[in-house]
């Protein structure tokens, strides 16, 4: 005989959006699931699975008191809105902050095994996200760090000019040429850096002809267990694969390549350019509209403010959210950096002002 006392009003409200939240976790996983393929589709799958199981737990401890289906939280519901239109990483890092949250762990009414399975969804989850975020971190990092880069140094250059008294048409005109320098240099700077990865790496890779002098080389010298030394094999291994290699007669230098050292990147020196050019053009642009559109200079300076104040935030959530992190830490990070270094530069440019005039 069922001796437990009936559940508070409490109690079942917070049943009600347990159930909720599970329901909307799992048809999210489904939809992500449904436009993935292979190993990350069957994952996703079983978290499915797993989400409608702590689904059915909570009907069942509701019983009678499960009433009418209740709406999931805010962040559940833009989670599920990005699964149906995008499907990216970006989803998938949400997800991770939302298991990472995991209510169950603090409440007694939830059993141990969902506390315990919410954490292991979240490393899950983790694993996933952290796959897509090695394929995209490079392409990320160039275009936030552009971005935020031009952002912060041009409007810390407008504010401290507009700090000297100079007009508005000469805090317009330093705001373009701040653009246009920094763009530049940003994409001059990536150009070099991709340019000298790809020939360092092209200077690694075993010349493709190599596998061919394979029956020219005396075998009692066997300079081809040099080859597979240089890369990274012991001594007793690069004989075996030397002999191996022998019988083969072609080949094993290419295997050797392919299994120790990286394939020969692409040169995208110049798409690199063009990109960090953008994004770094991109944000610089935005401190300098008030001044486009004829704004007084502390009228601009205060709209110009406003907007990178945004922008900042907006990124640094962008950022918290694609790390599994709290989007609101970071949002309010990033923009204490980028305020900090505008007061600094506003208050030398007021002492340049009073020192030159």
Same mark, same amino acid.
């Given at each position: 005989? =069922?001796?437990?006392?009936?559940?508070?009003?409490?109690?079942?409200?917070?049943?009600?959006?347990?159930?909720?939240?599970?329901?909307?976790?799992?048809?999210?996983?489904?939809?992500?699931?449904?436009?993935?393929?292979?190993?990350?589709?069957?994952?996703?799958?079983? *978290? !499915?699975?797993?989400?409608?199981?702590?689904?059915?737990?909570?009907?069942?401890?509701?019983?009678?008191?499960?009433?009418?289906?209740?709406?999931?939280?805010?962040?559940?519901?833009?989670?599920?809105?990005?699964?149906?239109?995008?499907?990216?990483?970006?989803?998938?890092?949400?997800?991770?902050?939302?298991?990472?949250?995991?209510?169950?762990? @603090?409440?007694?009414?939830?059993?141990?095994?969902?506390?315990?399975?919410?954490?292991?969804?979240?490393?899950?989850?983790?694993?996933?996200?952290?796959?897509?975020?090695?394929?995209?971190?490079?392409?990320?990092? !160039?275009?936030?760090?552009?971005?935020?880069?031009?952002?912060?140094? =041009?409007?810390?250059?407008?504010?401290?000019?507009?700090? @000297?008294?100079?007009?508005?048409?000469?805090?317009?005109?330093?705001?373009?040429?701040?653009?246009?320098?920094?763009?530049?240099?940003?994409?001059?700077?990536?150009?070099?850096?991709?340019?000298?990865?790809?020939?360092?790496?092209?200077?690694?890779?075993?010349?493709?002809?190599?596998?061919?002098?394979?029956?020219?080389?005396?075998?009692?010298? =066997?300079?081809?267990?040099?080859?597979?030394?240089?890369?990274?094999?012991?001594?007793?291994?690069?004989?075996?694969?030397?002999?191996?290699?022998?019988?083969?007669?072609?080949?094993?230098?290419?295997?050797?390549?392919?299994?120790?050292?990286?394939?020969?990147?692409?040169?995208?020196?110049?798409?690199?350019?063009?990109?960090?050019?953008?994004?770094?053009?991109?944000?610089?642009?935005?401190?300098?509209?008030?001044? *486009?559109?004829?704004?007084?200079?502390?009228?601009?300076?205060?709209?110009?403010?406003?907007?990178?104040?945004?922008? *900042?935030?907006?990124?640094?959530?962008?950022?918290?959210? *694609?790390?599994?992190?709290?989007?609101?830490?970071?949002?309010?990070?990033?923009?204490?950096?980028?305020?900090?270094?505008?007061?600094?530069?506003?208050?030398?440019?007021?002492?340049?002002?009073?020192?030159?005039?």
């Amino acid at each position: 005989m =069922n001796t437990s006392p009936p559940p508070t009003r409490k109690q079942i409200q917070r049943w009600r959006q347990y159930l909720a939240d599970e329901r909307a976790e799992a048809a999210v996983y489904r939809e992500l699931a449904r436009k993935k393929t292979g190993e990350e589709r069957e994952i996703l799958l079983k *978290l !499915a699975e797993a989400e409608s199981r702590h689904e059915e737990y909570w009907r069942e401890k509701l019983g009678d008191e499960v009433g009418m289906p209740q709406r999931p939280g805010v962040k559940t519901r833009f989670t599920g809105w990005l699964a149906r239109r995008f499907g990216s990483v970006f989803v998938l890092a949400m997800m991770q902050s939302a298991e990472a949250r995991n209510p169950y762990s @603090s409440d007694d009414d939830a059993p141990d095994q969902i506390a315990a399975d919410e954490h292991v969804h979240s490393e899950v989850v983790k694993g996933l996200a952290a796959q897509s975020r090695e394929r995209m971190s490079g392409d990320f990092r !160039a275009a936030v760090f552009g971005a935020n880069d031009g952002l912060v140094s =041009n409007l810390a250059l407008v504010i401290g000019v507009m700090g @000297s008294g100079v007009s508005s048409s000469m805090i317009l005109l330093t705001g373009v040429s701040g653009l246009l320098a920094g763009a530049l240099s940003m994409a001059a700077g990536e150009y070099i850096s991709v340019k000298s990865q790809a020939e360092l790496l092209e200077a690694s890779t075993p010349q493709e002809d190599t596998a061919t002098l394979l029956p020219e080389l005396d075998v009692n010298a =066997n300079e081809l267990a040099l080859v597979f030394r240089a890369r990274g094999y012991g001594a007793e291994e690069a004989e075996q694969r030397a002999r191996e290699a022998f019988a083969q007669a072609h080949g094993a230098v290419a295997e050797a390549s392919g299994e120790v050292a990286a394939s020969k990147a692409k040169d995208g020196a110049w798409s690199a350019a063009m990109s960090s050019f953008l994004c770094f053009a991109t944000g610089a642009l935005i401190p300098v509209l008030p001044f *486009l559109f004829g704004a007084s200079a502390l009228l601009g300076g205060v709209i110009a403010i406003a907007l990178v104040s945004v922008a *900042l935030l907006c990124t640094g959530a962008f950022t918290g959210i *694609l790390s599994g992190k709290p989007p609101g830490p970071r949002a309010l990070r990033q923009w204490l950096v980028g305020m900090g270094a505008t007061a600094v530069t506003y208050v030398l440019g007021v002492l340049f002002g009073q020192v030159i005039g």
